[in-house]
Every structure is written in C-alpha cells, then in structure tokens.
C-alpha cells in the first residue's frame, strides 16, 4: 500500500531537481503523476526513466508554462479530460535571477513574479474549484526560505516567494473547512540546477553560515511533500515546514 493510491498528483516545474524527485516518489507512493513543464517531451525524460524505473506508467507529462494564463487553463482542462480530477498540486516550477534592486530591471522583477508567484496563483485556481466542489484535495506551495531571511541581490526572488507564503496562508484559510488543505515547504539551499547558477563566492560564504554545514539534497525535501499529500499531513493547514539544514529556525 501506497500513501498515495489512487490519487492523481499535478507536479509543476517536473522536469528537473525538485519538482523530479518530488514526482518520482509520488508514483513510488502510488499516485498518478502529471508532469508539468516548460521543456518539450525530451524534456521530461530523466523524471519519466525514475518513474518507469519503478515498474510503472502512471504519469503524464504536460507543457505548460504556469505563468501564462491560458495555457494553464488548458492544462487543468486537459487534466481532468485525460486523467482525471487532480487531488493533490504541487506548484513547484520557479526560478531565480540575481540582480541588486538598483540594477534590476522591471522585466526580470516582472519574470520572476511571474512564474513564482503568478503560475502558483494560476495553477491553484486552475483545480480548486473542482477540488472545492468534491470537498477535498491538498495543494502544496514551493517557497523558500530566503521568503523568511532575505537574500542578497535576492529581492524579486524573494518577494516571489514571500508571496507564496502568505497566499498559501490566506487559501488555506478560505478552504480548510473545505477539506482542503493548503500549505508550503520553505526549503534551504538543496543540490539542483537552479543552485548550479550561483556564483563559488555565494556557495562558499552560503556554506559558512549553514547550521549544517552542507547543502541539502533533493531527497530531503521530497519526504515533506509526501507528509503533506497524504493523510499522515491532515492536520497540517496553512504549514510553512522547513527543510533548510536550519538557515531558518522557526
Ligand atoms: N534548489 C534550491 O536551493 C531551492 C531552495 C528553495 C526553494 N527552491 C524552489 O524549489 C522549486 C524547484 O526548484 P529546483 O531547485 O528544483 O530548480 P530546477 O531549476 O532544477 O527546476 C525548476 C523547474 O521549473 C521549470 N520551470 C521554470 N519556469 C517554468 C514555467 N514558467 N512554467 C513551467 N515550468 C517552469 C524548469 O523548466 C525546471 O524544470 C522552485 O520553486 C525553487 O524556487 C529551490
């Protein structure tokens, strides 16, 4: 028995780091998975070989990028047409461009807010009616914890991602009667692509004032979100859980 069988997971931002491991142990606990992203179906293959790898064809892989209204509309139509109504979404997709508040440009703002906080808007509005309409379902918000600390040359990111937490918090507050619930990982800094951008200097000076000593590993995230999918994360509403080897302690 899985602690997710039966239920169809949308996993945004699937392809690669997070949002892959995520996915991958979600079809482990027996969820059918739909992988959302911006690559093209090539794209998908590294998070599509781990869920094959596990004896199974239960997911699906959607592009889509969630900043973009329309397509995300057609996402969630093509969900439910094709696979079915979604009991669980992870906004996940994200990214970061660094830039000094005087340097930056009001595109990258725009970009970054965008995609972090406009696509987990989107995307969540995308399900929720149905989810309110069967009075049940679990949405999950990737944050960060710079939303809680700052980060230099950081703002839009982090702005983004402050933004997830108090939307996380306010939806959570709007559907937890409901049967829904709503609630965020804030993760520290965790080995992917993304962390890859940054500069040795940035790694170095990150890695000294990390509690743990270490960065994080995408398997220590994944465990998280599979609490807050399945029936073990009941109780938990409007969450903002941590795994950031304690840049952040609540
Ligand atoms: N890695 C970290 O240190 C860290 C720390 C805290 C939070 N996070 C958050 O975790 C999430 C996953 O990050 P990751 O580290 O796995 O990064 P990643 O770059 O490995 O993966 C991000 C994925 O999102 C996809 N994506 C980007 N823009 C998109 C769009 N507009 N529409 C659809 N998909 C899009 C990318 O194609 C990519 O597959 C992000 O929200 C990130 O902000 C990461």
Do not use: H
């Not at 997971?9 to 959302?36: H, M, P």
């Not at 009001?106 to 989810?131: C, E, H, P, Q």
């Not at 073990?232 to 969450?239: M, R």
């Amino acid at each position: 028995m899985g602690k997710l069988d039966g239920k169809v997971a949308v996993v945004t931002g699937a392809a690669s780091g997070i949002g892959a491991g995520i996915s991958i142990a979600f079809a482990k606990e027996g969820a059918t998975v739909v992988l959302v992203d911006l690559v093209d179906e090539a794209g998908f293959s590294s998070t599509v070989s781990g869920i094959v790898a596990l004896g199974t064809d239960r997911y699906y892989t959607y592009t889509c990028d969630v900043a973009n209204e329309e397509q995300v509309n057609g996402m969630a139509d093509w969900v439910r047409a094709n696979v079915g109504e979604a009991d669980v979404v992870v906004n996940n997709a994200g990214i970061f461009i660094e830039s000094s508040v005087v340097d930056m440009t009001s595109a990258i703002w725009d970009k970054v807010i965008g995609v972090n906080l406009r696509g987990t808007f989107l995307v969540t509005r995308a399900f929720l009616a149905s989810m309110i309409e069967r009075r049940g379902g679990r949405v999950i918000n990737i944050a960060s914890q710079l939303a809680q600390i700052g980060g230099t040359e950081a703002s839009a990111y982090a702005a983004s991602k402050g933004g997830v937490i108090s939307f996380t918090k306010s939806l959570a507050r709007e559907v937890a009667t409901l049967g829904i619930n709503v609630n965020a990982i804030a993760p520290g800094p965790i080995k992917t692509p993304l962390l890859d951008g940054e500069t040795p200097e940035w790694r170095e000076r990150k890695l000294a004032e990390l509690p743990i000593g270490r960065f994080g590993e995408v398997s220590e995230v994944v465990p998280t979100a599979i609490l807050l999918a399945s029936d073990d994360g009941s109780y938990y509403v409007g969450a903002v859980l941590g795994p950031n080897g304690g840049d952040v302690m609540n």
